[in-house]
């Protein structure tokens, strides 16, 4: 009997010593646990940072001040273009290789050089460089029906290059500042006994040549942009400044 009492007990205290140890080893993994889960924020403690509208992106760019929209270096000065971006000798060299029965392939060719040869338009743009052909061609046939002598047309090719040198200048550029210095170009180019200009065209024609360029060129001038940069990205600003 003696012997049975004492493996009861040995049996027992054997039990609850690996109880116990169960219980110290579950509240281990436990606070193991607890300590590696990350902590849980609370809904009331989340910020949610909304993100800005494009007013607020515009206004922090300071209206055209900061990149994209920042000028590349200086303005381009006025300056008389006589004899100076297209020459006498270079409209006689394109009206020459006028070839009608050949659909004026020799034509655009001799244009194209020309073009390329002033740094105008690089010759693998070819979207720009179609233009510029189609607009110097349709230059060519407004100035002869206006029996204007060559170096009337050199100057009227040199000023309406000139101004599309001056719209790629600046990708953003506005059509009002387009027109603003096409505008003194001919101004300097018209007025009698100017101080820095030289009368070419007479008032009338300087009238006439402002109305052809708004036609042709300002008009268009969304067009000519996807051309000239082959991009379809516009600005477009609403409402427009009412003076």
Known sequence: MSSVKMVTNMSGSSSDISNDKTNEDAKTICNTKAASVPRMQRQSEVVLNEPPSAPFYFHSLKENEAPPFRKPGKEPILRLLIDTLIKEDDVIEMVAAMDIDDS???????????????????????????????????????????????????????????????????????????????????????????????????????????????????????????LTFEVDRLKIMWPFNMK
């Open 104 to 226: 004026y392939s020799g034509y655009k060719k001799r244009i194209v050089e020309i073009l390329v040869r002033y740094n105008i338009v690089t010759n693998y743009h070819v979207t720009e460089k179609y233009f510029l052909v189609i607009f110097v061609m349709e230059t060519i046939s407004y100035a002869a029906q206006r029996d204007f002598n060559v170096s009337k047309l050199a100057c009227l090719l040199s000023i309406y290059l000139a101004t599309h040198l001056y719209f790629k200048w600046y990708y953003w550029i506005s059509p009002a500042a387009v027109w603003k210095y096409f505008r003194r170009l001919m101004i300097k180019h018209t007025i009698e006994d100017s101080p820095d200009g030289q009368e070419v065209f007479e008032p009338e024609e300087c009238y006439d040549i402002m109305s052809h360029f708004h036609t042709n060129y300002l008009c268009n001038l969304p067009l000519v942009h996807i």
